[in-house]
């Protein structure tokens, strides 16, 4: 069902080992680059693209942050921060943030239960692991969970704490089940290794064997309904850059066509991870957080998988919904949801195209989600004069053939705002569209801006489309704001880095 050559290349039998392999080793991976489309598309192929450097660089993501990200947000579980406490500056937000998740999706309200080892100079010494034996015996006496989730940071991974023999001696004398997460920061340049990190973690610990039934059913003597379910069940793979009401858009789009939406992993409880194999097809919405747990599903439970389309705009909507249909056969309902869809939005967004047309943008964040949100706003009639991608690798190679634009800028970094704000400055769009991270430095340069994705705003989908559309007049309208800001805030940045060629930062790393 995969249909990408590079998806259907790999394979997914890592989970003998502790930790999961890097990603710059299992699917490689370019995270520095600026320059054309053109010029990134033949970098990829010959293998350059991945060996480059920056001269100078900023703080990027961390692993252990995504990776936390994920598997926080499953239901009654403990976790457990085994690293200085520096590593936790940012998880006060983070209980806000799932707080606020849980109660749109209808889900009973929990607290972030997080416990943190405190590792000091001493402990870099003689070790940590008797700290973090405490605290997971506390974690289990205090407050009874289901799992108690250890996140492993730099310090640990470097002195050589050994979680998972730990893991070992304590699985026998409390209830919860643990789960180590090797999310060293130092092993990857690619953050997203993150999350490839935590589905590790929830593969070997989480996710027990299920009953797998056949598409077509045998007509034998006992009641059928549960084979029948699982036949027509979707797993709708979500993300944290997805919200509820993108949920409810995509799971309304599969409803309509006879089939049983369900969405996971975040914010599930291990019971709905128990049974993620009793499904007929799994669906991602991101290549870049989803491969690795997908790919495992297929080799342990022989799930089909769709993962090289993501629902944003109404030709990706459009095509992911053929996708799914395609493989249960439902090619005429598909065609009749999409005629009726498609032509209630195409109307509504009319007036909308009027008002963008021939205005400028620029996207950056996640690389399948900044190329799809680019095509939505190209069809809008904007002009798109550059995205930034947090990382570039196989994925989206696919992807970048279908751009008609060889010259189009591209730059490739996690986080680098500096190198962003000098490309922006020469480009000067009037719209920006952007990871959270990056809006407030651009709105100092006087940037009309709004969030790539927000986790109480809707997205994917046709309605999703609509709003995006509809969420770029707006802001459009009056700049008063940004105009403001840009004038009585100043960047830290020289005259003589904007005057610099940002290209000129980009490096082979055979050169250091």
């Given at each position: 069902?995969?249909?990408?050559?590079?998806?259907?290349?790999?394979?997914?039998?890592?989970?003998?080992?502790?930790?999961?392999?890097?990603?710059?080793?299992?699917?490689?991976?370019?995270?520095?680059?600026?320059?054309?489309?053109?010029?990134?598309?033949?970098?990829?192929?010959?293998?350059?693209?991945?060996?480059?450097?920056?001269?100078?660089?900023?703080?990027?993501?961390?692993?252990?942050?995504?990776?936390?990200?994920?598997?926080?947000?499953?239901?009654?579980?403990?976790?457990?921060?085994?690293?200085?406490?520096?590593?936790?500056?940012?998880?006060?937000?983070?209980?806000?943030?799932?707080?606020?998740?849980?109660?749109?999706?209808?889900?009973?309200?929990?607290?972030?239960?997080?416990?943190?080892?405190?590792?000091?100079?001493?402990?870099?010494?003689?070790?940590?692991?008797?700290?973090?034996?405490?605290?997971?015996?506390?974690?289990?006496?205090?407050?009874?969970?289901?799992?108690?989730?250890?996140?492993?940071?730099?310090?640990?991974?470097?002195?050589?704490?050994?979680?998972?023999?730990?893991?070992?001696?304590?699985?026998?004398?409390?209830?919860?089940?643990?789960?180590?997460?090797?999310?060293?920061?130092?092993?990857?340049?690619?953050?997203?290794?993150?999350?490839?990190?935590?589905?590790?973690?929830?593969?070997?610990?989480?996710?027990?064997?299920?009953?797998?039934?056949?598409?077509?059913?045998?007509?034998?003597?006992?009641?059928?309904?549960?084979?029948?379910?699982?036949?027509?069940?979707?797993?709708?793979?979500?993300?944290?850059?997805?919200?509820?009401?993108?949920?409810?858009?995509?799971?309304?789009?599969?409803?309509?066509?006879?089939?049983?939406?369900?969405v996971l992993p975040l914010h599930s409880s291990l019971g709905d991870l128990e049974r993620i194999g009793e499904a007929a097809l799994n669906v991602s919405i991101c290549a870049t957080h989803d491969d690795y747990l997908l790919g495992h599903l297929k080799e342990r439970f022989g799930t089909d998988y769709l993962i090289d389309t993501l629902p944003i705009g109404i030709k990706n909507t459009n095509q992911w919904i053929r996708r799914i249909a395609a493989y249960f056969h439902l090619e005429e309902e598909a065609e009749k949801l999409i005629k009726f869809e498609n032509q209630q939005l195409i109307a509504s967004l009319k007036p909308l195209k009027e008002a963008l047309k021939g205005k400028s943008v620029f996207v950056g964040g996640g690389e399948t989600r900044i190329i799809t949100t680019a095509e939505f706003f190209y069809y809008l009639g904007m002009e798109l004069v550059g995205v930034k991608a947090h990382n570039v690798d196989r994925f989206v190679e696919d992807i970048l053939d279908d751009i008609n634009e060889p010259g189009l800028v591209i730059e490739v970094a996690a986080g680098m705002p500096a190198e962003e704000l000098n490309l922006l400055k020469r480009l000067q769009p009037d719209l920006y569209i952007g990871h959270l991270n990056a809006n407030g430095w651009v709105s100092k340069l006087g940037i009309p801006n709004f969030p790539l994705f927000g986790q109480t705003l809707n997205y994917m989908g046709y309605s999703g489309a609509f709003e995006l559309a509809r969420k770029a007049v707006k802001i459009l309208k009056n700049t008063n704001f940004f105009k403001n800001v840009s004038s009585n805030i100043s960047l830290p940045l020289s005259k003589d880095w904007y005057e610099r060629d940002p290209k000129e930062n980009i490096k082979e790393a055979a050169n250091y």
């Open positions: 069902m995969s249909n990408s050559i590079y998806v259907n290349s790999l394979t997914y039998n890592y989970l003998t080992s502790d930790a999961p392999p890097t990603r710059e080793e299992r699917i490689g991976v370019c995270h520095a680059f600026c320059g054309s489309c053109g010029e990134l598309k033949d970098g990829l192929k010959s293998g350059c693209a991945q060996l480059q450097n920056r001269r100078f660089s900023q703080s990027g993501g961390c692993q252990l942050t995504l990776a936390v990200g994920i598997v926080s947000s499953l239901t009654n579980v403990v976790m457990i921060i085994h690293s200085p406490l520096g590593c936790c500056s940012n998880f006060v937000g983070s209980g806000g943030l799932r707080k606020t998740m849980r109660a749109s999706k209808g889900k009973v309200d929990e607290d972030f239960i997080w416990l943190h080892t405190n590792l000091n100079e001493l402990d870099v010494v003689q070790g940590g692991i008797d700290k973090l034996r405490k605290t997971i015996l506390y974690a289990e006496k205090e407050y009874h969970p289901e799992a108690i989730i250890i996140a492993n940071g730099c310090v640990p991974g470097i002195i050589g704490d050994d979680i998972d023999s730990l893991v070992t001696e304590l699985s026998d004398r409390i209830s919860a089940k643990i789960v180590p997460v090797h999310c060293e920061g130092f092993k990857s340049k690619y953050v997203a290794s993150g999350y490839d990190s935590a589905y590790h973690g929830i593969l070997r610990h989480l996710i027990n064997p299920a009953q797998k039934y056949e598409k077509v059913i045998p007509i034998i003597d006992r009641d059928l309904k549960e084979e029948y379910r699982i036949s027509r069940t979707v797993n709708i793979f979500n993300v944290g850059s997805n919200s509820n009401g993108d949920e409810v858009e995509l799971s309304r789009l599969v409803s309509a066509l006879g089939l049983i939406p369900r």
